[in-house]
Structures are given as structure tokens and as C-alpha cells.
């Protein structure tokens, strides 16, 4: 049984930082391509970040790009996602996405691409 559990979500405000984690379990940690993707009220599920498998490549949409980091380890089964200088436009649900046996290069912005998900963890970032 494959499980993904995010934690460290929080209330922040603006300016401020978090760091998410992604417990997974059930999976090969080290063959899997694992993502952030967020979802505010009424808006689209959108990518936030990817980290391929052996931790080597990252990518970031444009919007948290120098402010987000993605990490992995491997030893703790852990990906972590640390976020500074938020924004109030971060306030979002945040879920963790797990690619099982490749690198999503071409489609890992898009979410059917990820075949494991988190319940997700919310995120606020006040003004």
C-alpha cells in the first residue's frame, strides 16, 4: 500500500517561512520522481515543484522560483519542500506527487503524469 503524508503546513505570515515534509512509504523512494503541486479556493490544481530521482535535477514554476526549495532523503523515505519569503498568493492546499520507475522531464507539471497523491496540507500566508 502506497502512502504519501504531508506535514508542517501551518499558519505563516507574510515574509515568513515553512518547511513541508512527504513521508512516503509502500514505493521504491529512490526510483520515484516525486512533485509539489498546490490548490487554492476556486482555482486549478497547479505545479509548484519536482525533484527527479536521483535528487540531482529540480524544477520550480516561476512564481516561487528563488524562494522554494525541494529536496530529498532517500535514507528517510522524506521529500521536503522549504518555502521563505511567502506570500499571501501561497495560501494554498499543498499535495505531494509521486511518479513511480521515471524522470518526468516532458510532463512533470502535469498532474495526471503522477500516479500516487497526499491527502494534502494546507498552507496560509497572511498579509
Known amino acids: 500500500q502506497v502512502q504519501l503524508v504531508e506535514s508542517g503546513g501551518g499558519l505563516v505570515q507574510a515574509g515568513g517561512s515553512l518547511r513541508l515534509s512527504c513521508a512516503a512509504s509502500?514505493?521504491?523512494?529512490?526510483?520515484?520522481?516525486f512533485a509539489w503541486f498546490r490548490q487554492a479556493p476556486g482555482k486549478e490544481r497547479i505545479f509548484v515543484a519536482a525533484i527527479n530521482r536521483d535528487g540531482h535535477r529540480t524544477f520550480f514554476t516561476d512564481s516561487v522560483k528563488g524562494r522554494f526549495t525541494i529536496s530529498r532523503d532517500n535514507d528517510k523515505s522524506v521529500i521536503g519542500l522549504e518555502m521563505n519569503n511567502l506570500k499571501p498568493e501561497d495560501t494554498a492546499l499543498y499535495y505531494c506527487a509521486a511518479a513511480e520507475g521515471g524522470d518526468l522531464y516532458y510532463t512533470g507539471n502535469i498532474s495526471r503524469a503522477y500516479d500516487y497523491w497526499g491527502q494534502g496540507i494546507q498552507v496560509t500566508v497572511s498579509s
Open positions: 509502500g514505493l521504491a523512494f529512490s526510483n520515484t520522481y
